[in-house]
């Protein structure tokens, strides 16, 4: 059954691979330009800067702290072995993230039975947001990974037991790799340490071990935060692009008459004009990028402290639109080039900054050239073109039902167990109660989806449960 989850999983996300291509290394590609900031700087690694530290540390570069290394450092993995080509790293991306719902499988399978683990498995191997995230240049599948991971390592002792040490230790090492990766998980060990503990059985033996989770993912994240004081003598735990996103979730909920905004660059733009200093509407990292992003926060708070029930009905509205599957962002399999976000605006010097990325293997001598050709890697995915009609329907069926039977599971795990609910309803509300305050894009909550999945599928097994007992009371 692993296998197969596998099997499936990878199968759609090249097909998502296949659908993308034509648009990869233009400006229709999805986060072209958070794509060239990652690729510069795992060039900058293959060409002696490390992971963390670059050859020459410089305070007033600030670029450096506009998100963690963890995904820059993949990248670097990828062109020293495979060479530099964002396909080839799609491939990569797409073999990990094939695993993640095979986790969930064996996660749910434990956890709610067999039955619910196939079906949450399939769920998420198929689902639009988990295969056309992986394709992405951006770390966003791949956050998911450790996460999951972390949560099959403590499900042996879930809900009614504390872990061991060892496995708390483990756990909480592998919420922090996942912080590497997608700043926005800084908080989830403390916030899973808590919430289990509230749920333990006997709190007073759970405290040691769960207190040492909390603090092994702290500890995982540690190194970028030591690197942060040591080059720039201030304390920023892992990035600087929080008060960014918060301050475009204020211009998302109606706030643009307080200056917000929600693009990078119109934000960059508006502060060059805001404080009179052009050299700021080039980047919203740099320069100045700690002082920025803290004066960010400090404008957003304010606003919502004037205004907090207008800000949490947007809040609602973000988590609403976290759990809409039937009318997500994310495109269907054959969508994907079209659904291509392009940008709004283009500057004089865009073609200049992306003529690199089309002679991308020729252009670079420190760049290692592609082990595997293009069109090789992209060969799976054409070879399944005829099952994009199929597959479709599938998305769309799974659109239209994921949340209904997603509710139906919860209530029947309810009436089960609403510990072992809880317990596995703690990945999406640290989503719920955090990603909701921040500018809302479908690709930065995916991580949240498995465990939904798994209440999804056991849905599905308890209406295929229901409707094999009609059918036996009918017959007889």
Do not use: C
Not at 5 to 29: C, G, H, I, K
Not at 423 to 434: G, H, I, M, N
């Amino acid at each position: 059954m692993a296998l197969g989850v596998f099997s499936l999983s990878l199968a759609v996300r090249a097909l998502y691979a296949a659908d993308l291509a034509p648009v990869m290394y233009t400006r229709e590609q999805p986060g072209i330009r958070m794509a060239m900031r990652y690729d510069a700087s795992a060039l900058r690694m293959l060409q002696g800067d490390g992971i963390l530290f670059p050859a020459e540390a410089d305070p007033s570069k600030t670029g450096l702290l506009a998100r963690p290394p963890g995904y820059a450092f993949f990248l670097r993995m990828v062109y020293a072995g495979l060479g530099r080509s964002f396909f080839t790293a799609q491939l990569v991306q797409n073999l990990l993230s094939s695993t993640t719902p095979v986790l969930l499988f064996l996660l749910a399978a434990r956890l709610l039975g067999t039955a619910a683990g196939a079906i949450g498995g399939f769920l998420a191997a198929v689902s639009p947001h988990l295969g056309a995230v992986s394709n992405l240049i951006s770390p966003d599948g791949l956050s998911a990974l450790p996460l999951m991971a972390a949560m099959l390592v403590l499900a042996p002792v879930a809900p009614d037991r504390e872990p061991s040490l060892g496995r708390a230790a483990a756990a909480g090492v592998l919420i922090g790799l996942s912080a590497w990766l997608r700043p926005n998980l800084v908080l989830m060990g403390p916030f899973l340490a808590m919430a289990l503990l509230v749920l333990a059985r006997t709190p007073r033996h759970a405290a040691r071990p769960l207190a040492l989770m909390g603090a092994a993912a702290l500890f995982a994240i540690a190194p970028i935060t030591l690197r942060n004081y040591a080059i720039f003598g201030e304390f920023v735990p892992i990035s600087t692009n929080g008060g960014l996103t918060l301050w475009q979730g204020v211009a998302d909920a109606g706030g643009e008459r307080f200056g917000a905004r929600t693009t990078d660059r119109r934000v960059a733009r508006e502060e060059a004009v805001r404080y009179g200093k052009p050299s700021y509407a080039s980047w919203w990292a740099e320069p100045d990028g700690i002082w920025r992003d803290r004066d960010r926060y400090r404008r957003s708070l304010e606003v919502i402290r004037w205004r907090p029930l207008w800000y949490l009905r947007a809040m609602l509205r973000r988590v609403g639109e976290m759990v809409s599957y039937h009318s997500t962002g994310a495109p269907l399999v054959g969508a994907a080039a079209e659904a291509a976000e392009a940008d709004a605006e283009h500057e004089s010097g865009d073609e200049d900054r992306l003529a690199p990325l089309r002679t991308f293997h020729a252009s670079d001598d420190a760049a290692p050239e592609p082990v595997l050709d293009d069109r090789l890697v992209l060969t799976p995915g054409e070879a399944l073109a005829f099952t994009r009609p199929a597959l479709r329907s599938v998305q769309r069926l799974g659109g239209l039902t994921t949340l209904p039977l997603l509710l139906l599971g919860l209530a029947r795990l309810l009436r089960r167990d609403g510990r072992l609910l809880l317990w596995l309803a703690v990945v999406p509300a640290y989503y719920f109660v955090f990603e909701s305050m921040f500018l809302y894009e479908w690709r930065v909550a995916t991580p949240m989806h498995y465990p939904l999945f798994a209440f999804a599928g056991l849905g599905w097994a308890s209406l295929a449960t229901a409707a094999a007992r009609a059918i036996r009371r009918r017959a007889l």
